[in-house]
């Protein structure tokens, strides 16, 4: 269970990292709870997030229904961390 | 504009459903996809593994006009598409000139051998770029080898629009043939782009599907890559008649708009005007047309601004209205795709049937409506429309009516 739980954040942590250097934001400014259009991560930035992840974790993530709605910069590291940790479903 | 009214007399279309426009129309009715697994060797790191590519195999038996070392695939399929119904309509045996046009589309060109051309001389150390490669690989090469094979000396444009490049290829030469600037004009658009380069990207763009192209589903995920082309041949109602020839429909109307908004991000109002412009142009109601076919790409964001403008533009009739998006059959031909889909809006409404949005599962709430689901839907209707939208904010739309009586 710890160790499921480092796991999860090591993950977060990573993820943080990336998506402030792909949608070149200031980590400090990564909050969950912050709006991501507050700090103007637009689609163009989801594009290159989304490039760095299939790099990092060899997972192709399409724009989809679930990616359009994210809010918050917790609801970008839940769907990631979900998309990173389940196989595409036919 | 003049009176003067624009008909096709004949159709031409190749895509991963095969060769015929009969044979595309039968794949759409009957909801039978060309999609297909594919891989590149030269992707190492490819995550969608599916098209509708036209194979080698496939393509070497269909090939017409064959000029070796000179064509790249995009001109081989335009061909293709161009005789048959160049063959359709007698158009020519009846000896053309300076009054019959050329005006085909092509978002990507010879996508193929910029391909080979880059691996050979980046790759392999400095290889040999084959020298043809410019003839091979211009935008313009499918529409002028079209000119040459058929002696077609009147005005030649290759309109290079990304995903709308074959609808404002029809557009325009159905406007030129009616401004009296020509008598006829072999029209369409092609595109070679199941290609290791240009698959990658559109898969790194995060449009691709990596599971099943599902248009207007709220589980869409993203788009089929197809290729193909599609030609039709289209003329004055005078010449037409004068020659005897077999008219297959009629084009009643056209419009198209620029959003002047965003580069990527559809606009709503700019695919109502398009559509609006259209029906203006064609003198009839919007409640009169009975099947829209779809741009419907599966992207999340076009298939919420496509609905949103066709709610616009069709108001309380929308509901009544039959829409599909045919691209999980033939893929999405991008500068081919509004020819391809113009032959299948032509063919619903002479056999006044809707063809099946295959692979929707449920309704989108942010969509707000459902497709025409399962199998071909009966219509009856006079006019059929297509709309063909593009990166660059550009919409295009083109209604088709019966043989005039």
């Known amino acids: 269970m710890r160790n499921a739980t480092n796991d999860t954040q090591k993950l977060q942590n990573e993820l943080l990292d990336l998506v402030a250097e792909e949608a070149m934001v200031d980590r400090a400014t990564l909050k969950a709870e912050a709006q991501l259009e507050d700090l103007d991560i637009a689609s163009a930035d989801f594009v290159m997030i989304l490039m760095a992840i299939e790099e990092k974790y060899d997972v192709y993530i399409s724009v989809d229904n679930e990616l359009s709605d994210l809010k918050t910069v917790q609801d970008l590291l839940d769907l990631a961390a979900k998309k990173i940790s389940e196989p595409e479903a036919e | ?405």
């Open chain 2, 1 to 405: 504009m003049s009176n003067t009214r624009v008909v096709i007399t004949g159709v031409g279309a190749f895509s991963a459903c095969g060769a015929g426009a009969e044979t595309l129309w039968q794949a759409v009715r009957d909801g039978v996809t060309g999609m297909k697994p594919k891989s590149f060797e030269r992707l190492p790191d490819q995550k969608v593994m599916h098209a509708a590519p036209i194979s080698n195999e496939m393509l070497q038996e269909h090939a017409v006009h064959v000029r070796p070392r000179m064509q790249d695939r995009v001109t081989k399929f335009a061909l293709i598409a161009a005789e048959e119904a160049m063959t359709q309509s007698g158009l020519k045996d009846a000896g053309l000139g300076d009054d019959v046009g050329v005006i085909v589309g092509s978002g990507f060109g010879g996508a193929e051998a910029l391909d080979e051309g880059y691996w050979a001389h980046y790759h392999s150390g400095g290889g040999r770029m084959d020298p043809l490669s410019i003839p091979k690989i211009m935008t313009n090469a499918a529409a002028s080898w079209i000119s040459m094979t058929y002696g077609a000396t009147g005005p030649i444009y290759c309109n290079s629009t990304a995903c709308s490049s074959a609808s404002q290829s029809i557009g325009l030469a159905y406007q030129m043939v009616k401004a009296g600037m020509m008598r006829a004009c072999i029209t369409g658009g092609t595109e070679a782009c199941v290609v290791a380069g240009v698959f990658r990207a559109w898969e790194v763009l995060r449009v691709l599907s990596p599971t099943l192209c599902r248009p207007f589903s709220r589980d869409r995920n993203g788009m089929l890559l197809g290729e193909g082309a599609g030609i039709l041949v289209i003329e004055t109602l005078e010449s037409a008649t004068a020659r005897g020839a077999n008219i297959l429909g009629e084009i009643v109307g056209y419009g198209t708009t620029s959003d002047a908004g965003d580069l990527l991000r559809p606009d709503p109002a700019g695919a109502a005007a398009s559509m609006n412009k259209a029906i203006k142009d064609a003198g009839i109601d919007p409640a009169q047309i009975g099947y829209v076919n779809a741009h419907g790409t599966a992207t999340v964001a076009n298939d919420v601004s496509e609905t949103e403008a066709m709610r616009r533009v069709f108001g309380n009739d929308f509901e009544a209205t039959a829409v599909s998006s045919t691209k999980p059959v033939h893929g999405h031909a991008l500068g081919a795709a509004g020819a391809l889909e113009a032959v299948v809006s032509i063919a619903a409404l002479r056999e006044q049937l809707a063809p099946p949005n295959i692979n929707f599962s449920e309704e989108d709430p942010k969509v707000g409506f459902v497709p025409v689901t399962g199998t071909a839907r009966p219509i009856s209707t006079s006019y059929s429309l297509s709309n063909s939208f593009a990166f660059g904010g550009i919409n295009a739309s083109l209604i088709f009516g019966h043989p005039p009586a």
